[in-house]
């Protein structure tokens, strides 16, 4: 695969998997994220581990999420041929309300040849600037 | 090199950045940063992009930080042959302040077999919470 097409295969898949979860639907997500998955959130206390949390941390928020409007912003993907780094902003509107976040998902080719998420780091933009 | 041997590799590589960076030093980080870097902090407006950005970042703060004590707690990596993400959280403490972080530093094999830093993704850990 080459390495604009790993790009455009990763966006969409994120594209696809943001879009369900902000119509309160996780499986998107929880379809791609793999056993090993690692995870930092603003809310979290420290990094949580393994696809057993996710999934039940995600199955807590289900039909909970409902984001108005969204915009990814400067997608970027930096590649090799079996994992790769896709970095973007992301305003979120839910209501009168604006989330800017910074996002990095880390994404492997399993051997099924899916490429699955191993790591995901969420944050507040400017946090520190709040 | 087996999965092992890299994630002590990119743990020691990190180490003595970390230890240079606390005593007011960014050469150690600079020195393992890829030409396409990618970054995030909770100061940056958005994910800022090249090292030469990083570069000018980091000798604006060169000689002015000084981290009296840090923990990097459970350091993890998930690595294929040539890209790897290694993942931990960091207390600091500066005089009596202590700052909980989230750290992403995603690696890649170069072609002159170096590792080096392709993406970082700081943030304030519970950054929600305050």
């Known amino acids: ?15 696809a998997a943001l879009e369900a979860w902000n119509n309160g639907n996780p499986d998107k997500f929880l379809n791609i994220y793999a056993q090993d998955f690692t995870y930092f ?16 941390f995600y199955e807590g928020a289900r ?14 993907v930096q590649a090799t041929e079996n994992m790769a780094v896709l970095t973007y902003n992301l305003i979120s509107q839910v209501g009168d309300t604006i989330y800017r ?15 699955k998420i191993v790591h995901n780091h969420w944050s507040i933009t400017e946090s520190l600037k709040k």
């Open 1 to 15: 695969m080459k390495k604009e097409d790993i790009a455009n295969h990763l966006i969409a898949l994120e594209t």
């Open 41 to 56: 959130d603003p809310l979290t206390e420290k990094r949580m581990d393994g696809f057993d949390w996710i999934k039940d």
């Open 63 to 76: 039909g909970k999420v409902k984001v108005d409007k969204y915009e990814m912003i400067n997608p970027a």
């Open 101 to 115: 976040w910074n996002c990095t998902e880390v994404y492997r080719l399993e051997e099924d040849n899916q490429w």
